[in-house]
């Protein structure tokens, strides 16, 4: 299962690519080659992708070390540009950047793909209940497990 696209999402790599750059510099940030690199790496992968997938992806034209990687993918985090799937120890780009939000994603149990979804109702109703209990959330992650489209077929 490829992602599902989502109406927000820009349309080709060169168009997200540019869209971040322009995101990163409005939250003051920079996308070094390295930090665009690995965005790209996630952009283009099939699915969630570990920080040593990425290194080993990066070739000879970004000299990349581990910590190097793990400071890009943090940066990308902050800069809301990708998401880490903690059950997985991975890592996707956003599918929708533009705007903030907490992530749903819906993991295949068979082929491992991930897809990011919109869940506005239910985050809402999860961001009242956690204020009311005056909890201050900085960022939700939800995972749902079961079976893609084509491996439920």
């Known amino acids: 299962m490829s992602a599902p696209h989502l109406a927000c999402s820009p349309e080709t790599l060169a168009d997200s690519l540019k ?8 939250r003051g940030g ?5 930090r665009r690199k690995v965005l790209t790496l996630l952009l283009e992968s099939h699915g969630p992708a570990k920080a040593y997938d990425l290194l080993e992806q990066m070739g000879d034209e970004v000299a990349a070390k581990p910590p190097s990687v793990y400071r890009s993918l ?3 985090l902050e800069m809301g540009l990708a998401h880490r799937i903690e059950s997985l ?3 996707v780009a956003c599918g929708h950047w533009d705007h903030g939000h907490a992530a749903v994603f819906l993991i295949c149990e068979n082929c491992g793909s991930a897809g990011e979804l919109h869940a506005g ?3 809402r109703k999860l961001s009242e209940e956690v204020e009311a209990v005056n909890f201050r959330m900085r960022s939700a ?4 497990r079961g079976l ?3 491996c439920a077929a």
């Open 74 to 76: 943090d940066f990308l």
């Open 89 to 91: 120890n991975a890592f």
């Open 121 to 123: 109702d239910s985050l």
């Open 148 to 150: 893609c489209e084509k």
């Open 19 to 26: 869209q971040a750059e322009s995101l990163v510099e409005k």
């Open 30 to 34: 920079r996308l070094t080659p390295l």
């Open 141 to 144: 992650v939800i995972e749902i």
